[in-house]
């Protein structure tokens, strides 16, 4: 089945470690992408990617880290920098163009 | 500043009436793409309805619509017949950028939608 797969669902960090969050999708994507949510808000960019090898900053990728070796993977690295991890991450992707964006399940990030 | 807005943090409907979720959005680029997308409480996003820039039409599908009003910047939804189901967080997204171009997506805050019986 071709989809967009994102793990783990439920992760625990302390405080002062880096953590990576891992997105994987089959669909032949280009475009993929990083968003934050905390409860009740909506979604924040974090990270996208166009194509291998080249990203972009969303509006609040300070504290984050990515990269795009390759055209399905697509992870995301909470550094200690980022002052307040705790929250839910989506993944997304889709082809360039107008066309819908697939999410995955979802990482829910916890400091400890 | 905002790109996209949705000035209607939570809203109420009774079953089987219709309801319009409000978005706004910002952008001077003429090629851009419109998207709602449906939050359950299980946090899955799923895609409801996509409106292009130059679409002449309003797009529709299903019971879902979208009120297309270029010259307002407005895209809202409109859900028809509205079923305890459609209890959800609403987003509004847009794809700013020419299209083969940038493609930064972009959300707004949400709308919480509850459907009373």
């Known amino acids: 089945d071709g989809g967009i797969t994102q793990s783990p669902k439920y992760l625990f960090r302390k405080e002062g470690q880096n953590v990576t969050l891992s997105c994987e999708q089959n669909l032949n994507h280009d475009a993929m992408y990083w968003y934050r949510q905390d409860p009740g808000q909506g979604l924040r960019l974090i990270y996208y990617?166009?194509?291998?090898?080249?990203?972009q900053k969303g509006d609040i990728a300070e504290g984050y880290s990515v990269s795009r070796e390759k055209k399905e993977s697509f992870p995301l690295t909470v550094t200690s920098a980022q002052k307040n991890p705790t929250a839910f991450y989506l993944c997304?992707?889709?082809?360039?163009?107008?066309?819908?964006?697939?999410f995955g399940q979802g990482t829910r990030l916890t400091v400890v | 500043a905002q790109k996209i807005t949705q000035t209607q943090p939570g809203m109420f409907v009774q079953e089987k009436e219709a309801v319009t979720l409000d978005c706004t959005y910002d952008?001077?680029?003429?090629?851009?793409?419109l998207f709602w997308y449906k939050q359950p409480s299980s946090g899955e996003m799923i895609f409801l309805i996509y409106q292009g820039s130059y679409d002449q039409q309003n797009a529709t599908e299903g019971r879902y619509s979208l009120n297309f009003q270029k010259a307002r910047k407005s895209a809202n939804l409109v859900i028809s017949a509205s079923q305890l189901g459609d209890s959800a967080m609403y987003f509004c997204a847009m794809r700013e950028g020419t299209q083969g171009g940038s493609e930064k997506l972009v959300f707004g805050k949400g709308t919480k939608l509850t459907v009373n019986p």
């Open positions: 990617s166009q194509i291998v090898n080249d990203f």
């Open positions: 952008t001077s680029d003429p090629s851009y793409g």
């Open positions: 997304a992707s889709k082809t360039v163009g107008d066309t819908e964006a697939f």
